[in-house]
């Protein structure tokens, strides 16, 4: 998940880490390399790291970090830190591999694959290549014919989810809303009749403005859980109508979600804090239906519908 601040329970102080480390590429020993090629192409393994704390960590990962040779990072202090918290000693090179470099980056880790090393791909939170970098080095290994595979693991998409409460049968992950007004305004409208679970990817500032304007699209009673810090020591699960919840984020960011922006100089800090998933109930199959019968053309009837009976 990309970051929007750090959190403390994963950005403690950094053993080692020299400023401005994270985005600069560490020398390597190339005896470390020799062993670790292979004929016919190295292996891409995408490793889920924890969301929260260190010690959801699972004992495969820690394994995996103590015998990687090349490292792929979105943030190379995050995952030294992760490390240190495990107690493990990286002997791997460690790479960066944000956003702004991952279409450049991707080409040259192609490159270390084709020549028969083994990368191991983490991000800040969560899963490689889900709303993180990722994508576009899986595609091209995918092409090349390379081996991809998987350290599964921890997902803010799934894990909220599961604490939601809401329907988990079938659901779409929207990640975060784009900032366009008129593309925004679409998304929504568009969403506004599946019936499928959403969940969203939304950064803090910006959360009492997108819960307003869903409620505005699907409607003020539909059901909807924000989670934020999932699994953190200030972890908050926050339940509600589209409306409340909207009201809630207004009342404790200090923001009017009406306003697009905050004039400059002004006293509220227009963001609710930390990492916020947000999910979203689909439209009961009762409302659908008294859609098509006619009887209903808000597609909102019976919102209590939504949630399944107590298992």
């Known amino acids: 998940m990309r970051r929007t601040g750090r959190d403390r329970d994963m ?24 062993a670790e090629v292979h004929e016919g192409g190295g292996v891409l393994t995408l490793a889920a790291v924890p969301i929260g704390r260190a010690e959801d960590a699972s004992w495969r990962l820690a394994a995996e970090l103590a015998q990687a040779t090349l490292i ?9 830190w992760l490390a240190s918290s495990l107690n493990v000693q990286l002997k791997a090179r460690v790479v960066s591999y944000y956003d702004a470099v991952e ?52 997902s803010a998409v799934t894990t909220a989810l599961a604490v939601s409460g809401l329907p988990t049968d079938r659901f779409s992950f929207e990640g975060f809303p784009p900032r366009g007004q008129g593309e925004r305004a679409r998304r929504f409208a568009e969403l506004a009749d599946d019936r499928r679970t959403q969940v969203y990817f939304e950064s803090g500032r910006r959360l009492a403005k997108t819960l307003a304007e869903l ?53 509220a800090s227009g963001a609710v804090r930390g990492e916020i998933t947000l999910v979203v109930a689909g439209v009961p199959r009762s409302s659908r239906s008294r859609v098509r019968g006619g009887s209903d053309v808000s597609g909102r009837g019976d919102l209590g519908a939504a949630l399944p009976p107590p298992r």
């Open 215 to 267: 409620a505005a699209s699907h409607g003020e009673d539909r059901p909807a859980v924000v989670c934020r810090e999932l699994t953190k020591t200030h972890e908050e699960i926050k339940r509600g109508t589209l409306a409340e919840l909207a009201a809630w984020a207004a009342q404790v960011s200090g923001a009017d979600p009406r306003e697009p922006r905050k004039k400059k100089g002004g006293t």
């Open 103 to 154: 279409a450049r980056r991707a080409v040259d880790l192609l490159g270390e694959l084709k020549a028969g090393r083994d990368i191991l791909l983490v991000t800040d939170a969560g899963t490689p290549g889900i709303s993180d970098p990722g994508y576009r080095l899986v595609a091209a290994a995918a092409e090349a014919g390379l081996r991809v595979t998987a350290l599964p693991g921890p």
């Open 11 to 34: 950005s403690g102080s950094v053993t080692g880490a020299a400023p401005g480390e994270a985005h600069e590429a560490e020398a390597h020993e190339p005896e470390v390399h020799e």
């Open 72 to 80: 792929a990072a979105e943030d190379t202090r995050r995952v030294r």
